[in-house]
């Protein structure tokens, strides 16, 4: 019997979605061609009539490089089952083939599930799950479940899934996923704060002037019209990957940088933070794509500053900002440093430094200091250190799916989002009121609404490019 927690049984609930073909299915394979992941029985579930051998066909023609001998591995060891959420038979069925896959492939019952599905289906499959023993974490083995983003649609559905699922898992099962925790340069952000001397002690509103988070996009709402149309920017982007990345840059130091530690110091911040002042927009067309309602007046952008209430932040104005179908694409943090005092009286005043965190792309850091300018007497100038990620590690800097399905395979839940994290960020953004909110509209290739510049000068911010 192989019992190795890198032996398990995988099963995707949701498989014939992008998330399942795009992410999940790529990243076990490279978790398997790495031998991170020594064997994988992969279970494709979801209610259309295929056969897992189609999903896989689709998946394999998008990956580079494949490796036949690995992806053989993979297909050789794949299944489909098709089931209704609300049919319990169907769970009967996807029991009897996974202990018949787990028989046939010698593997002693560790199981991880993943909900690749919209967040009403939560409830139902988790009790479904249960109800027909799918889930009796036994001491030998291990079940986690992952339940994709997002999670809920406002605190008081969140609350509701919560409460569910507690009934069927300890806390120590459940991970909430956040892809951009599996970014490598989020995963860094406390690393770079609290293992440099020359950053921690400046890391305060005494020498930080303000923050801004930014997650432009270059397209569109794809074909995700039915989903988008209901959240919004707001709960799309705010909600989760802004807010974790808000908590990340403003925890105080954990005492490790591990588990519940981290955890606990995230939550802390997210209990102390409120949206103080937003402005919305919606491109240009966006009511003509498919899934959207005529007239809709859902944000797919907007700008927002956030104040974080306790002694280290007080005064230090948080700026993000995240729309679809504008100029580029980029991820990127901005720590803007206050200005030295007039030393030299002259050339004075020196710029603002700031430190740069990079998610994406071009992945890495800068940090701008002031420097002689050549020839020019005393006079200043800005040079840049640069740290560049991808040179250093090339090609290899995984995927985000992949390091949170490795680290879901040890068990480690640092990078997942706990029950009191979601809850908190729901009131945070349910705390938003957008009605009699104007949505202003901007052009597609643009970098937001006209009505932006106002906005601006008003929170005096002006956004680093
Ligand atoms: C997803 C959002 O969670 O994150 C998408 O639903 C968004 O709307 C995406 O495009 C951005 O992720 P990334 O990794 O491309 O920055």
Not at 284 to 306: C, I, R, W
Not at 339 to 358: F, H
Not at 434 to 442: E, H
Request: charged residues 30%.
């Amino acid at each position: 019997m192989i019992g190795m927690e890198n032996k398990f049984t995988f099963i995707i609930m949701g498989a014939t979605g992008d998330l399942a073909k795009l992410k999940l299915i790529p990243a076990i394979y490279k978790l398997l061609k790495l031998n991170t992941v020594e064997h994988v029985s992969l279970i494709g579930v979801a209610r259309s009539d295929t056969t897992i051998h189609s999903i896989l066909d689709e998946v394999k023609g998008s990956i580079k490089d494949l490796d036949e001998a690995v992806w053989n591995k993979l297909s050789s060891h794949a299944h489909y089952q098709q089931l209704d959420f609300s049919n319990k038979k169907d769970f009967e069925k996807l029991r009897a083939k996974i202990v018949e896959v787990e028989k046939a492939d010698d593997l002693s019952g560790n199981r991880l599930f993943y909900l690749a599905t919209l967040p009403e289906h939560f409830e139902l499959a988790t009790k479904n799950l249960a109800g027909v023993g799918l889930i009796n974490s036994l001491d030998d083995k291990w079940e986690r479940v992952l339940y994709e983003k997002p999670f809920g649609d406002s605190l008081r559905s969140a609350k509701r899934i919560n409460r569910a699922i507690d009934k069927v898992f300890k806390e120590e099962n459940i991970y909430r996923v956040d892809h951009y925790l599996g970014k490598e340069l989020v995963g860094n952000i406390a690393l770079l704060r609290f293992t440099n001397r020359v950053l921690e002690p400046l890391w305060n509103s005494k020498h930080i002037d303000s923050v801004q988070i930014i997650c432009d996009e270059n397209f569109g709402i794809k074909n995700r019209g039915n989903y988008f149309d209901k959240y919004g920017a707001i709960k799309d982007m705010l909600q989760n990957h802004i807010l974790q990345i808000v908590s990340l840059v403003a925890m105080e130091s954990p005492e490790f940088i591990s588990g519940e530690y981290l955890r606990s110091e995230k939550v802390k911040v997210l209990k102390k933070t409120r949206v103080t002042d937003i402005l919305l927009g919606q491109y240009e067309g966006y009511e003509k794509e498919k899934g959207v309602m005529p007239n809709s007046a859902t944000e797919t952008f907007f700008a927002a500053k956030l104040e974080i209430n306790n002694k280290r932040w007080k005064g230090v104005p948080f700026f993000v900002r995240a729309g679809k179908n504008l100029s580029k694409k980029e991820t990127v943090i901005h720590i803007r440093f206050k200005a030295v005092d007039c030393l030299l009286a002259k050339s004075c005043p020196a710029d603002n430094n700031y430190l740069t965190i990079r998610i994406e792309p071009n992945e890495g850091f800068s940090f701008e200091l002031n420097s002689k300018s050549l020839r020019q007497g005393f006079a200043v100038e800005t040079v840049n250190m640069d740290y560049c990620h991808r040179c250093e590690h090339g090609a290899n800097t995984p995927e985000a799916y992949e390091v949170l399905l490795e680290q879901a395979i040890l068990g480690e839940q640092a990078l997942f989002v706990r029950n009191d994290e979601i809850e908190l960020a729901w009131r945070i953004v349910d705390k938003i009121k957008k009605d009699g909110l104007s949505v202003y509209k901007y052009p597609v290739g643009s970098s937001g609404p006209k009505e932006l510049t106002e906005w601006n000068k008003k929170n005096n911010i002006i956004w680093k490019s």
